[in-house]
């Protein structure tokens, strides 16, 4: 199966698919960026479809396979924190 480029999602997609990667729900990642659950879970569905997911699971593992979000130990130890 071929990836699609991450120059297909914003900034701002990328990083509300890490949060969610490390285990973040919409409304905490809406939390902690200042915005509406409902955006986060617009964010994530743009994602999807971007990607061709079958869901969430698999638009983290289509990111994690492609590069695209990378789970860096000092990242998860500062969201801890929350």
């Known amino acids: 199966?071929?990836?699609?480029?991450?120059?297909?999602?914003?900034?701002?997609?990328h990083e509300i698919v890490e949060?969610?990667?490390?285990?973040?729900?919409a409304k905490?990642?809406?939390?902690?960026?200042?915005i509406a659950p409902r955006t986060v879970e617009r964010h994530l569905e743009n994602c999807r479809l971007k990607l061709h997911a079958r869901n969430r699971?698999?638009?983290?593992?289509?990111?994690?396979?492609?590069g695209m979000v990378h789970m860096k130990m000092a990242n998860m130890e500062a969201l801890v924190s929350l």
């Open 57 to 66: 699971t698999h638009l983290v593992a289509i990111c994690l396979a492609g």
């Open 28 to 34: 905490e990642i809406a939390q902690k960026l200042a």
């Open 1 to 13: 199966m071929t990836y699609h480029s991450s120059f297909s999602l914003t900034l701002r997609e």
């Open 19 to 25: 949060l969610s990667a490390l285990g973040f729900s």
